[in-house]
Nanobody, 112 residues
Framework: QVQLVESGGGLVQPGGSLRLSCAAP????????MNWYRQAPGKQRELVAG????GSTNYADSVKGRFTISRTNTVYLQMNSLKPEDTAVYYC?????????WGQGTQVTVSS
């Protein structure tokens, strides 16, 4: 059973930066699309960014130009120019058409 472990969340002021990490077996990167989702209180979980097995990336319109997804032995989400509306629990996700695996989530709070 693949396990995903997120880290790097916390409290940051508007305009600040955070980098989230998702530890996973490197072997899954050849097969799975790796995604970051977020869920704010009272809202549905939404896709923030994804990186496919061939390295192509996609982003939600709300984070384009501010967030960057990347992977080495770990999947990262670099978040710059953070806004209060980025406040949410962020989840790492590994997806194929037969598997959908979630991490436990990490809280990001953007507030002055």
């Amino acid at each position: 059973q693949v396990q995903l472990v997120e880290s790097g969340g916390g409290l940051v002021q508007p305009g600040g930066s955070l980098r989230l990490s998702c530890a996973a077996p490197r072997s899954i990167f050849r097969i799975y699309t790796m995604n970051w989702y977020r869920q704010a209180p009272g809202k549905q979980r939404e896709l923030v960014a994804g990186i496919s097995s061939d390295g192509s990336t996609n982003y939600a319109d709300s984070v384009k130009g501010r967030f960057t997804i990347s992977r080495t032995n770990t999947v990262y989400l670099q978040m710059n120019s953070l806004k209060p509306e980025d406040t949410a629990v962020y989840y790492c996700n590994a997806w194929t058409n037969s598997h959908n695996i979630w991490g436990q989530g990490t809280q990001v709070t953007v507030s002055s």
